[in-house]
């Protein structure tokens, strides 16, 4: 499964996107600006993801994501529901023995 980031803005405390699968838009995200990971491709499993759920980015750890809706820039709103979502894929996923790759682009 191929899960993709694509960065939209950038603001001195946030950087926010949003995530597709197969082209389908999925939700939308923010990264903490002095934290996010490079754009890059990553391996991930559900015991090793960098989505997290919550509303801002101030508190966010190297590397996590937050999933939701984009309320304001750095803020998202709705996230638990878009991370029990994405979950849910990952794990089906992963019992069927797929390979789960998180790639981050920068637009």
Known sequence: MDIILTRTKRSRYAVDGFITINGQRICDTTENAKNCLPCATYRIS??????????????????????????????????????????????????????????????
């Open 46 to 107: 559900r015991q090793h993801m960098p989505f997290r759920v919550g509303n801002g980015v101030h508190t966010l750890k190297k590397g996590h994501i937050l999933l939701g809706e984009a309320l304001v820039p750095g803020v998202v709103i709705h996230s638990l529901q878009h991370y029990e979502r994405l979950y849910e894929r990952i794990k089906k996923a992963t019992q069927r023995g797929t390979e789960i790759l998180l790639t981050i682009l920068q637009e």
